[in-house]
C-alpha cells in the first residue's frame, strides 16, 4: 500500500518525508501487538516500524524515525493497517446515551469515512507570537515562542504519566515541545512553567491547528429515538481490541495449517492474515471435497 502522510517527518537535513509504502502485518506483528499494552505507544512504533517499507527516502524505516513521526501520522498509518488486516468496514454496537432511550445501537461505517485533516502548515519548528494578555504585568516575559508538534516519544514517554496525572503530563509535554522562547534555546523547564496559563493556552492551541489530524470521534444516530450523538473512536486501542478479539484464532490458525502441512511456527507466523486464510480455504475446500467423494 502507498499513500501520504497527512503531515510528515522532518530529517536532520531539513527534508519533509511524506510519500509511505505500507506492507500487511505478519503473524508476528499480530502476536507482539495481542501481547502489549493496549494502547502502547511502543509497540505501535515497534509494529509501525516492521511494517514501514518505506518513508520517502528512507527506506528501511528505523524505530526512531517512527517515533519522530507525529501523532496523527502513526494514527493514519494504523488506520491503514487495519484495512489491510480486516477490510474496510467497522462493525459493532453501543448503547443510546440519551437516558429515556438508552437502546442498543449498530455501527457500520468505512474507514475512508474517517476525516483525515492534513497539516495547515508544515516546518520542523513553528514560531507564534503570545498575545499581551498572555504576557500581563510581566516585563521580562518572551513574546516569541517556537515550537514543534508532538511525536512518538512524546506519547511514549507521557502515555503512562497521562493516565494518572493530565495536567502534569501536559505541562511535561509542552516542556519537550516548545524549544525556544525569545533567546532562550532551549528554554528549560524553568521558563515554560513560568508562561502564564493565558500562554499556555495559546500555544496549546497553536499547536491544535498546525497539527494534522485523524478524527477521534465518529456522529450517528439512534435508530429507535433518531436523536444524533458522538461515539469516541481512539484508533490505537480500537486497532488493538481487533487483533486481541482474534488472539485465539491466530493460533488456531497456526495449529492447522503445521498440522496439515507440516510447516514450522515460525514460517506460519511469517505469514500474512490472507495469506493464512487462503491456504486454510484451499485445505478446507479439499477436505471438504474428500469427505464429499468418500460419500
Known sequence: M???LPGGYWDGDGQLHRQFELTAMTGREEELLVGGEIGSASVVTE???????????ISPVPPEVVRGLLVADRQFLLLQLRKVAFGDRIRGSLFCPWPDCARRVSLDFSLTEVPVEEASHRAPVHSMTLSADALGDDEAACAEVHFRLPNGFDQEELSGLLAENEARALTLLLSRCIVRIGPH????DRRVAALSPRARAEVEEQMER????????MET????????????????????????????????????????????????MDLTRDKRRTYI?????????????GA
Open 2 to 4: 502507498h499513500g501520504l
Open 47 to 57: 509494529v509501525l516500524s516492521r511494517c514501514l517499507r518505506a518513508l520517502g527516502t
Open 185 to 188: 534555546t532551549p528554554p528549560g
Open 210 to 217: 498546525l497539527a494534522p489530524k485523524v478524527e477521534q470521534t
Open 221 to 268: 444516530e439512534c435508530a429507535e429515538c433518531t436523536r444524533a450523538f458522538l461515539v469516541p473512536f481512539d484508533v490505537q486501542r480500537f486497532f488493538f481490541g481487533d487483533l486481541r478479539a482474534g488472539a485465539a484464532l491466530l493460533y488456531r490458525e497456526v495449529h492447522h495449517l503445521a498440522l496439515h502441512y507440516h510447516w514450522s511456527e515460525r514460517e506460519i
Open 281 to 293: 480455504d484451499v485445505l478446507d475446500n479439499m477436505l471438504l471435497g474428500g469427505q464429499n467423494c
